[in-house]
């Protein structure tokens, strides 16, 4: 389990797809709603469902076209901020100066439309980079 995640745990926040749901004991034995709570029909499982999932796929096509929007280099810097890299250290790697990582870290959190590194790495913590190919 990463670092990130079991600090996710210890704070018990839950990701996107943790999300857990269950009814109060005195929810389940009462015959009473409250009038401001819509009722949950059965019959109406299914299209949440469905109006569920496709709101998660166009959040998906969202992310994408955001992700091939970035230059390569973008890119590359994108990856190093998913894995925590610092200023310095993506610098290093990718042999510019801090103020060009910190130039392309702006135009990264420009286009994902997000205001920290943290937030890029929560938007695309479903982003698999374990085979990037970096191709330095």
Known sequence: MSLWRRLLDALSFLLPGDRMFSLDDEWVDSPYTPHDQPVLLEENVPADLLELAYQRRRFVEDLLRRWHGLSLREQQVAVMICYNYSTGEMAAQLVVSTNTIKSHVRAVLRKFDVHSRSEL????????????NNPL
């Open 121 to 132: 790495r929560l938007l695309l913590s479903d982003f698999n980079f374990d085979n990037w």
